[in-house]
């Protein structure tokens, strides 16, 4: 079994830069590594498109190499890479932007600055403003990861019978 996660590539590295920029000015000194996992998640019964996390002192320690930051990265995002690489950049700055949205810089904070939030309704009121011609687009992604999924599933499973039916 390969590992789970892997780099992003440079237009994805590109969308999250503009996306900060545009939105997020107050993230432009954040250390924020961007994955693909390879391998499905889910989480209350639906796949996981995208996920943040804060990093820690260890994940802290372990990326302050690979980032060429003294201290490592404050935030790790990983994205379902299928999801990824079967929708629109439409649909790839709405995921970022709603993953930037668990972000908050605590400016009276004395060690790190960068913390996470929760959802204030199923999503944030800004995502469901910003999205209001195209409401249920998460709902339209993961429909669309989890069918990949599962037509993966498919035919791995057709595959493994036929080599059945050879060796009989």
């Not at 079994?1 to 969308?15: A, F, N, P, S």
């Not at 499905?40 to 060429?68: C, E, F, P, Q």
């Not at 439409?90 to 009276?108: G, N, P, Q, S, W």
């Not at 998460?138 to 989890?146: D, G, I, P, Q, S």
């Amino acid at each position: 079994m390969g590992l789970r996660y892997d780099e992003v590539d440079d237009h994805t590295t590109d969308l999250l830069k503009e996306v900060r920029s545009k939105d997020f000015p107050e993230l432009v000194n954040a250390k924020i590594k961007v994955l693909f996992d390879l391998r499905k998640r889910k989480s209350g019964g639906m796949v996981v498109l995208a996920r943040i996390i804060k990093s820690n002192d260890l994940i802290r320690h372990l990326t302050r190499d690979g980032a060429d930051y003294y201290n490592g990265y404050d935030y790790i995002i990983t994205l379902d890479k299928k999801c990824w690489e079967n929708i629109t950049d439409l649909d790839r700055v709405k995921i970022l932007r709603h993953e930037l949205r668990h972000t908050f810089f605590d400016i009276e904070s004395d060690d790190n600055p960068y913390k996470l939030l929760n959802h204030s309704v199923s999503d944030f009121y800004e995502e469901v403003d910003l999205n209001k011609n195209d409401p249920r687009w998460r709902e339209r992604v993961a429909t669309l990861t989890e069918d990949i999924y599962e037509q993966e599933k498919e035919a791995r499973t057709e595959k493994k019978n036929k080599n059945k039916n050879r060796k009989a």
